[in-house]
């Protein structure tokens, strides 16, 4: 394995050179950059990225943390912020909760032990208290928003409040909203905006909440002419369990779900859904924590993105031209 006395040797400079150049730490001229360039490249040398990080006090990491990896949102989330965060010369770690106490206090020290530069925080709880001193971007699932944090989260009630009308347009009368029985702010604003909706098309809110799967396809779905979900997944769940039974889909029973995650436009049916805006999402979030890493920005600065509907086959009867 080559080292920096290798590619100084090479280069014809001193090993304090390169360390200037490795570090960015001091003046290196032109020709001596493109030296050590060459040499680094011909010799494939890896900086150890502990000792730069000893020398710069910077990892050049950014922390994501998620609630689940069993929700597609974050999955696909994940892949947009790692790639927003290569273009802006940061790598990405993912730690996945999971509901896990003992994993959030395992991520929290890896955090400050590697001294990680900033962390994007989706998991909804009161782990931001215990990263005050961390440049920190709250995303998605946030609750008891602190002073001086930036929010970045898309305009849930609204989405649910498009998805409504949408069915309502699409003539249902009778239109359920179907989510799981948890207290997340996205569940929460969402089911506010279908309620919302369904009063300012007249129509009586009907919201079913289920434990488990198995409580799930229990319910009669039979009296509904329209679905609503609070997510892509539930929403295919669905599909495939009322396809099933007999349900012909537009045609007895229309669906719509919320994230537009990769599925939802490759299943059939292909589901008509509120998409969240992953890759501004990412964009938005990786600029402000980047932001805060660079200025020590602390005013906070909340940032609701539009959704938008997608219409596709759970919703539109086709019409076969002969």
């Avoid at 150049?21 to 680094?40: F, H, M, P, W």
């Avoid at 939802?264 to 990786?286: F, G, M, N, R």
């Avoid at 924590?289 to 086959?313: D, H, M, S, Y």
Wanted: proline share 4%.
């Amino acid at each position: 394995m080559s080292t920096i006395k290798d590619v100084a040797r090479l280069s014809g400079v001193s090993i304090a050179t390169v360390s200037r150049y490795l570090n960015s730490s001091g003046y290196v001229g032109e020709k001596t950059r493109a030296k050590i360039d060459r040499i680094i490249e011909e010799l494939n040398y890896q900086p150890l990225q502990s000792a730069r990080m000893l020398k710069t006090k910077k990892s050049n990491v950014i922390a994501f943390i998620i609630p689940t990896l069993r929700n597609n949102f974050f999955v696909e989330l994940a892949s947009f912020i790692e790639k927003e965060c290569l273009n802006h010369g940061y790598k990405m770690i993912l730690c996945n909760i999971d509901e896990n106490p003992e994993l959030e206090t395992s991520y929290l020290e890896m955090i400050t032990q590697h001294n990680l530069d900033g962390v994007i925080l989706s998991t909804g709880s009161e782990l931001h208290k215990k990263l005050e001193n961390k440049p920190l971007v709250l995303l998605d699932r946030v609750e008891n928003m602190p002073d001086g944090v930036s929010v970045i989260t898309s305009n849930h009630k609204e989405g649910a409040m498009q998805a409504v009308r949408h069915l309502v347009q699409q003539g249902c009368k009778k239109i359920l909203h179907v989510r799981p029985e948890v207290r997340n702010v996205p569940a929460l604003l969402r089911q506010e905006g279908y309620e919302e909706g369904m009063k300012e098309a007249g129509l009586t809110p009907e919201v079913f909440q289920f434990l488990s799967e198995e409580e799930m396809y229990a319910f009669n779905y039979e009296a509904y002419d329209g679905l609503f979900t609070w997510n892509d997944m539930t929403a295919i769940e669905l599909l495939f369990h009322l396809k099933k039974s007999g349900r012909r889909i537009p045609e007895d029973i229309k669906i719509v779900g919320f994230d537009n995650n990769f599925m939802s436009s490759t299943i059939y049916p292909s589901l008509t859904t509120i998409d969240q805006p992953y890759e501004k999402i990412a964009e938005e979030a990786v600029k402000a924590v980047i932001e805060i890493i660079k200025k020590g920005r602390t005013k906070r600065e909340n940032c609701v993105l539009p959704t938008q509907l997608i219409i596709r086959e759970t919703t539109e009867v086709r019409v076969l031209h002969e």
